[in-house]
């Protein structure tokens, strides 16, 4: 009975391993502004007036344009942040006062 028990435990082990193994994707996905701008652009190239791609078009590129400038705040913050961290870190703290040794209380 152990035996079975141990056998189907390393079974059930190995299965839930595999099952939950990370597989490499053969290929990365494109970012969702590049797809779709790629999607915008076909279908403008296909219809050039259709004033709907045309608007679409333009936001794309204004996303695309707010990405970048938020990319680059979030790079400035982190390096403000790391330049503060370094500032913190030289600084000397002062010791703190021992504490004087409590005398015993006496026997009641």
């Known amino acids: 009975m152990v ?3 141990s056998i189907v435990a390393a079974i ?3 299965s839930v391993s595999v099952a ?3 597989v490499a ?3 990365t996905p494109p ?3 590049a797809q779709g701008d790629a999607s915008v652009d076909k279908n403008l ?3 050039p007036d ?3 791609l045309q608007n679409a078009d333009k936001k794309v590129e204004a996303n695309e344009a707010k990405a970048a400038e938020k990319r680059a705040e979030r790079k400035e ?3 403000k942040e790391a330049r503060k961290e370094a500032k913190h870190e030289h600084m000397e703290r002062h010791e703190k006062m021992e504490r004087p040794a409590k005398p015993e209380r006496p026997a009641r």
């Open 45 to 47: 190239n296909k219809n």
């Open 12 to 14: 059930l082990a190995a």
């Open 31 to 33: 970012a969702p502004a």
């Open 77 to 79: 913050a982190k390096k």
């Open 20 to 22: 939950y193994a990370q």
């Open 25 to 27: 994707p053969t290929q």
């Open 3 to 5: 035996k079975t028990s």
């Open 50 to 52: 259709n004033k709907a």
